[in-house]
Nanobody, 124 residues
C-alpha cells in the first residue's frame, strides 16, 4: 500500500515556473511507474506525464512537451513535475499516481494509488 502527497502548487503568472513534488510512503517505490494527471471541474482527468521505474523512460502529453519535465529520486521516494513557461490553460488540480504495472502509463485506470491533488492556477 502506498500513500502519495503532492505539494508545490499555487498561483503563478503566465510564463512562470512551478515545481510539483510527490512524496510517496510505502515499500518498493522503485518498482512503481509514476504519473501526473490534471483535472479541471467538469472534465475528465487528463494524462500529463509518466516515468518508468528507473527514471530513464519518460513521456509527456503533447500539450506540455517542451515545457514540463518529469523526474524521480528513488533514494528519497520523490517524483517531480517541473513546469516551465506556464499558460492559463495549465490551470487545474494536479494529481500524482502510482502504477504497479511495468512500463509507462497513460490512462488513469492504469494507476492503483493516487494523491489528494494540488491546485495550480496560472493567471495574471
Amino acid at each position: 500500500q502506498l500513500q502519495l502527497v503532492e505539494s508545490g502548487g499555487g498561483l503563478e503568472q503566465p510564463g512562470g515556473s512551478l515545481r510539483l513534488s510527490c512524496t510517496v510512503s510505502g515499500s518498493a517505490f522503485s518498482t512503481y511507474t509514476m504519473g501526473w494527471f490534471r483535472q479541471v471541474p467538469g472534465k475528465e482527468r487528463d494524462f500529463v506525464a509518466t516515468i518508468g521505474w528507473t527514471g530513464l523512460s519518460t513521456d509527456l502529453a503533447d500539450s506540455v512537451k517542451g515545457r514540463f519535465t518529469i523526474s524521480r529520486d528513488n533514494t528519497k521516494n520523490l517524483v517531480y513535475l517541473q513546469m516551465n513557461n506556464l499558460k492559463p490553460e495549465d490551470t487545474a488540480v494536479y494529481y500524482c499516481a502510482a502504477s504497479g504495472n511495468y512500463g509507462l502509463g497513460y490512462r488513469s485506470r492504469d494507476y492503483n494509488f493516487w494523491g489528494q491533488g494540488t491546485q495550480v492556477t496560472v493567471s495574471s
